[in-house]
């Protein structure tokens, strides 16, 4: 069993920057993806952004340049690093974690980030 702590979110006014970050806790595998969605309200959850333990990315258009997604494998920790926000990236964001070898996702409970002036 895995579980997944974010911290991060809040109200920010647009171009401004927040760090979202999300803890792991349990046992881990090597091929564990972990990343993060938003679900905007009146909208589905979509992929943020994604990362493997080697460090490969994946991320959403709307964010590349603006987003960078990271993880430090020693803490079991993923972090999202957002700048230039947008009122458009007002959601609630989930840490997601995607254990590939039983196809299983886990998911936090979510953080929300405002973009407001």
């Known amino acids: 069993q895995v579980q997944l702590v974010e911290s991060g979110g809040g109200l920010v006014q647009p171009g401004g920057s927040l760090r979202l970050s999300c803890a792991a806790s349990g046992i881990m595998f090597r091929n564990d993806v972990m990343g993060w969605y938003r679900q905007a309200p009146g909208k589905q959850r979509e992929l943020v952004a994604d990362i493997t333990t080697s460090g490969m990315t994946n991320s959403a258009d709307s964010v590349k340049g603006r987003f960078t997604i990271s993880r430090d494998n020693t803490k079991n920790t993923v972090y999202l690093q957002m700048n230039s926000l947008k009122p458009d990236d007002t959601a609630i964001y989930y840490c997601?974690?995607?254990?590939?070898?039983?196809?299983?996702?886990?998911w936090g409970k979510g953080t929300l980030v405002t973009v407001s002036s």
């Open positions: 997601n974690l995607w254990r590939v070898i039983t196809s299983v996702n886990y």
